[in-house]
C-alpha cells in the first residue's frame, strides 16, 4: 500500500488521481514520518485526505509506528544537538520553539562569543580556524517550520513523464536515483 495504493489529489476533487504514491512524497521506507514523529492520527488523517480508508490510513500508522529508528527524544531538552533540533522543527509547534529558542541579538552574544567580547575573545570567534558552529547559535528571526519548505506537489505530478523519461539527456527522476546511489556507495563526507 505504501508504494502502490492510487491517491487522490484531495477530498475537494475526489475524481482526480496522482501519479505519486506515498513513497514518492515521503521517504521510501516512510522513515521520515517515524523520525519527525508524526502521530498516528495525523497519518491517518492525511491518508484520509488522499482517498484512502480509515483501516488503510491506520494500517500505514501501524507500518510506520512499527520501524526501528534511533531518535533522540531528548531534542527539545539538548536543543543544540543538530539532530533532535532538527527532528523538534517540524514536530513542536512553532510557539513552542519560539519560547524555548528565540533571542534577540543582544542575548545571542553569549552565544557567538562565549567567552566575552574582549579583543582577543573576538579574535577566537572570528578565526577561519575556530570551530564556532553556526548551527547551534539561535538566531533573532523566526524561521517557518520545515513543512513550509516542502513543495506542495510532487515532481510527478507537477512535470508527468518528463520527470520521469526527460526530453534532452537524463531525466531528474534519473539525476536524483544517480545521486542518491552515489551516496549509498560512497557515504556522506
Not at 533573532?140 to 520527470?163: K, R, S, T
Request: hydrophobic share 40%; charged share 20%.
Amino acid at each position: 500500500m505504501w508504494e502502490e495504493a492510487q491517491l487522490i489529489e484531495s477530498p475537494l476533487a475526489p475524481n482526480r488521481a496522482i501519479k505519486a504514491r506515498c513513497a514518492r512524497c515521503h521517504a521510501q521506507d516512510g522513515r521520515d514520518l517515524k523520525y519527525f514523529n508524526y502521530s498516528k492520527w495525523s497519518i491517518v488523517a492525511r491518508s484520509q485526505f488522499h482517498g484512502l480508508s480509515e483501516k488503510q490510513g491506520q494500517q500505514i500508522a501501524s507500518y510506520i509506528r512499527s520501524m526501528f529508528l534511533t531518535l533522540d527524544v531528548r531534542g527539545i531538552l539538548h536543543i543544540n544537538l543538530a539532530q533532535g533540533w532538527i527532528a523538534n522543527l517540524c514536530r513542536c509547534g512553532q510557539r513552542e520553539l519560539v519560547s524555548m529558542w528565540y533571542l534577540s541579538e543582544m542575548q545571542m552574544l553569549a552565544y557567538v562569543f562565549p567567552d566575552g567580547t574582549t579583543p582577543q575573545a573576538i579574535h577566537q570567534v572570528a578565526d577561519t580556524k575556530g570551530t564556532l558552529n553556526i548551527r547551534e547559535i539561535p538566531v533573532a528571526m523566526q524561521f517557518p517550520d520545515c513543512n513550509a519548505w516542502l513543495p506542495e506537489v510532487h515532481p510527478l505530478d507537477l512535470w508527468g513523464d518528463i520527470f520521469v523519461g526527460g526530453v534532452n539527456g537524463p531525466s531528474p527522476q534519473q539525476a536524483y536515483l544517480e545521486t542518491q546511489q552515489e551516496f549509498e556507495e560512497k557515504g556522506v563526507e
